[in-house]
Structure formats: C-alpha cells, structure tokens
C-alpha cells in the first residue's frame, strides 16, 4: 500500500485499499507523478471526512466535504471536486460504486485570471543567488545543476516536473541547432529549441562538470549517483534561493515570464503554444490579454506625462 495513505488513514481504513488501487491505475495509465501526489492529498482529506465503505458513497458526504472547502479558491475547489470525480467514475468502471453520486453535484466554476509572470529582473537576482552564468570553478556542482535547472525552466519556458524530468539523452546539441525533448501532462512529447547562447553554454559546462553521459540531467544527491531531482525537492531549494534574493516568485511564474517575454516580442499565439506545449491556442491566449494590460499601462503612463507637461505650461 501506498505509504502515505497507510501513515494518513491507516491501513484498516474502508477506503484505504480502493485508493491504493485508484492511483495505481493512474500510474499504469500514464498520470504524472504530480498528478498522482495532488489526487491522492485530495483523496486522503475526502476519506478522512468519509469513513465508510465504497458502496454507500453518495452524493450527501461529498456535498458535504466540498461544504467544508468554502474558504478555498475556486480553482482549489474545482481541483478537490475533480479528484472525487475521478475516483468515483472509476468505481463505477470496477462495479464498485452502482450510481455516481457526482451526477448529483454542480461543477466548479473558475472565472478566468491573467497569469503573473515574474519580472525579468526578479529573476535574475534569483539566478545570480545561486551562481554567476560563468561560475568560478569551485562553486559545488549541486548549486551549478541548481543554477541550470531553473534558467532550463526559464528560457524553454517549461513547467518544473518537466525540468526534473530531462534526461541526458533528451538534449541534442549539435552546434547552432541545439533542442531539449520535454515530456509534459499527458504523457505529450515536444521539442524545444535552446536558442540561448549564454544557457547553452552553462549547460554545456554542467554537463562537462558533471561528467554525465546518460541518464537523469538533474540528479537528486552532489556526488551524481541519485536519482532524478524532485519535484518537491526542487520547489523547496528554489523557495531558499528566492529568500537569500529578497524576491518572492514562483517556479510557475518563469515559465509565464518566458511567454509573455515571447508575446511582447511579436511571438505568434500558435508558435508560443506550441513551446509550451499547451493543449489549446485559448490558453495562450491569456499571454496576449496579458500584453493588452501592458500596452494599456504604457498608455496611461504616457497621458500622465503629457498631463504633467501641461500642467507646467
């Protein structure tokens, strides 16, 4: 069994054994690991409100659990509610559950909000905390990896389980056509083009410094022999580096700050949804709002200005 679940629920739990099982098929059906750790933390709480067997779940304790969940975003609910919903259909598909009980329950509506990218400036305090683009030959080889990694989600524009994802033998970097293969949600494969001359070569120094021919890029342990980085691991060093820098963004945010920087500099909507391997053009779309709230400041800016040079007339 899963041990988060037995530490959390125990064992003996109605539901313990059936989320064991739940998760395992979304590990065989290709769920990422991400996916898997949200679920199951969501899963876990509805349990811990719902004691009882399988069979009687209806639609009156999940109602009453989303109840509970009223001080939450609407996007964190949405998330909760879609995690009971999928445990549920997929009791329905094992002839454990004789009715879905979300038939019974409204869905979670989000309002749409533009995305907060980080200031380029903000990130380059950041990276510059961890180690210069041109390191000094004993900075540690855990805080070059850590200086590569983030800068790989910055310019690739990459969300960060796909960064802890790569493999040495994703990267082709064959001379002027360097690309970095990403496997993101869904099991989707796409290519990405280092196109960073600076980037390109720190990862090239990393690599040499490193000495790693295959395998995982960013290894979990200083000395190379761990595994891939990960994910959590990964939030909490790049938490550290933000406090030493006085800044406060989020892994997330560089990938937002990549798009909007793409988008400011005439990037095409399909061409940028592509890089980030978004499943629809409307998502990326955001970006080019975003760029609207931009140009709208610039505009106020200048009126502003104008008005003043009045006023001193």
């Known amino acids: 069994m899963d041990p988060v679940i037995a530490e959390q629920l125990g064992r003996a739990h109605p ?55 009223a001080d939450l975003s609407a996007a964190s609910r949405k998330r909760k509610r879609a995690a009971v919903a999928s445990f549920a ?9 004789d009715a879905n009980p979300m038939d019974r329950i409204d869905t979670v509506k989000v309002p749409k909000s533009l995305p907060r990218p980080a200031a380029a400036a903000d990130v380059a305090k950041v990276l510059a905390v961890i180690c210069s683009r041109r390191p000094r030959k004993d900075v540690p080889l855990d805080r070059l990896r850590d200086r590569v ?25 064959r001379l002027d056509d360097e690309h970095v293969r990403l496997c993101g949600k869904g099991g989707t494969v796409r290519t990405v083009l280092l196109d960073d001359r600076g980037y390109v070569a720190l990862l090239r120094l990393y690599l040499a410094r490193a000495g790693y021919g295959a ?13 891939p980085l990960s994910y959590d691991a990964a939030h909490h060093r790049w938490k550290g580096y ?22 400011n500099a005439g990037v095409s909507i399909e061409a940028v949804r592509r890089r980030l391997g978004h499943a629809s053009a409307e998502t990326t779309q955001l970006y080019a709002l975003l760029d609207d709230k931009v140009a709208d400041a610039e505009i106020r800016a200048a009126r502003r200005h104008r008005d003043r040079d009045r006023a001193r007339r």
């Not at 949200?38 to 009156?60: N, P, Q, S, V």
């Not at 990694?149 to 970097?173: H, K, M, N, W």
């Not at 933000?242 to 988008?263: D, F, G």
Request: net charge negative; hydrophobic share 50%; glycine share 8%.
């Open 15 to 69: 539901l313990a054994r059936h989320l064991d099982d739940f998760l395992t098929d979304l590990a065989n059906a290709g769920a990422s690991a991400h996916t898997r750790r949200a679920y199951r933390g969501d899963l876990i709480a509805f349990a811990a409100h719902h004691g009882e067997d399988l069979a009687e779940l209806t639609a009156a304790p999940i109602r009453a659990f989303l109840a509970e969940l």
């Open 89 to 97: 259909k997929w009791a329905i598909r094992h002839d454990l559950l």
């Open 149 to 173: 990694l983030f800068e790989t989600a910055y310019v690739c524009g990459a969300r960060a389980s796909e960064v802890c994802g790569i493999y040495v033998e994703d990267l082709d970097l």
């Open 215 to 227: 395998g995982p890029l960013f290894r979990a342990s200083v000395n190379g022999s761990g595994g």
């Open 242 to 263: 933000c406090a030493a820098a006085a800044v406060s963004i989020s892994i997330h945010q560089l990938r937002h700050a990549h798009a909007t920087e793409l988008i």
